[in-house]
Nanobody
Framework: QVRLVESGGGSVQFGDSLRLSCVAS????????MAWYRKPPGKQREVVAR???????SYPNSVKGRFTISLDNARKTGYLQMASLKPEDTAVYYC???????????????WGPGTQVTVSS
């Protein structure tokens, strides 16, 4: 059974930084790809960072230059470093990981339960 748990969320001020973590546990061989999503209040969920298996990353314009996604595959932990936070970054943040499990032939997709980030002006 694979489980993802995010941490690092909280309430911060405009311009502050936060680092979110996503720890994957279970019978995991390796992480293939990961992404961070967020769901602002009253809005749909949106992707804020992607990290592909080749190390390439992508970000929407709304966070480009402020957010950085990274992965420590040995620790089965992904990160989202967020800087220069704005009130519009307020949302529940979710990690999404595709990973190989023992006995699996292709990557399996998992989601964490989310962590709240609130940015006040």
């Amino acid at each position: 059974q694979v489980r993802l748990v995010e941490s690092g969320g909280g309430s911060v001020q405009f311009g502050d930084s936060l680092r979110l973590s996503c720890v994957a546990s279970g019978d995991i061989i390796s992480i293939y790809r990961m992404a961070w999503y967020r769901k602002p209040p009253g809005k749909q969920r949106e992707v804020v960072a992607r990290l592909d298996h080749d190390g390439s990353t992508s970000y929407p314009n709304s966070v480009k230059g402020r957010f950085t996604i990274s992965l420590d595959n040995a620790r089965k932990t992904g990160y989202l470093q967020m800087a220069s936070l704005k009130p519009e970054d307020t949302a529940v943040y979710y990690c999404n990981i595709e990973l190989y499990t023992a006995g699996g032939s292709w990557p399996e997709d998992y989601w964490g339960p989310g962590t709240q980030v609130t940015v006040s002006s």
